[in-house]
């Protein structure tokens, strides 16, 4: 029960970082600064600048950073918590869970498709006008994708401190008898 604890308590601080900020992306460690980065990659570009290379080169980056932590938060996740909410959780927990891992695959897919915008803007096949509408999209999608990443922090939040909490009460039963 202790190591369940404390993959919960390592998920809920990577959840925290949501709401500070990340200075680079080398601070990457976790998918809560991953979302501070998305926001910032967002922010690195826009459409009609004169630095638009590099700032799609840096957005490039992040992106590739940001799939990276995140498909290494989602596995433990998926594998090691899940685990532990099959073995010490209630039905009602473990169903919660499910549901939330579900959503892991829509956010993969929507990092994907960023990435593959990203790719088709520095292709540079499109016309000016198309090119601008593009990147527009893009932002807006970037922008949205980190909404959905925070709001579904926050409900594993609650979720990982509800499983702590039976976890302890289960604990505590277990000293008394």
Do not use: C, Y
Request: net charge negative; aromatic share 4%; no cysteine.
């Amino acid at each position: 029960m202790k190591e369940t604890v404390a993959l919960i308590d390592k998920l809920i601080n990577e959840h925290k970082v949501i709401v500070k900020d990340a200075s680079s992306l080398e601070q990457l460690a976790n998918d809560a600064s991953a979302l501070v980065e998305l926001e910032e990659a967002k922010d690195n570009f826009v459409p009609g600048r004169f630095d638009q290379k590099l700032s799609l080169q840096k957005l490039q980056e992040s992106l590739e950073a940001i799939d990276k932590v995140l498909k290494g938060h989602f596995n433990r996740e998926e594998t090691g918590l899940l685990a532990a909410f099959e073995k010490h959780g209630d039905r009602k927990l473990v169903t919660t869970l499910t549901s939330l891992l579900l959503e892991h695959e829509d956010l993969r897919n929507r990092l994907a498709h960023a990435r593959e915008h990203v790719a088709e803007l520095v292709g540079g096949g499109l016309a000016r006008h198309q090119w601008e509408a593009s990147a527009n999209d893009m932002r807006a999608h970037l922008s949205h994708t980190r909404k959905l990443l925070e709001a579904h922090a926050d409900i594993e939040n609650e979720l990982f401190v509800e499983l702590r909490r039976h976890l302890k009460g289960k604990s505590d039963r277990k000293e008394k008898v």
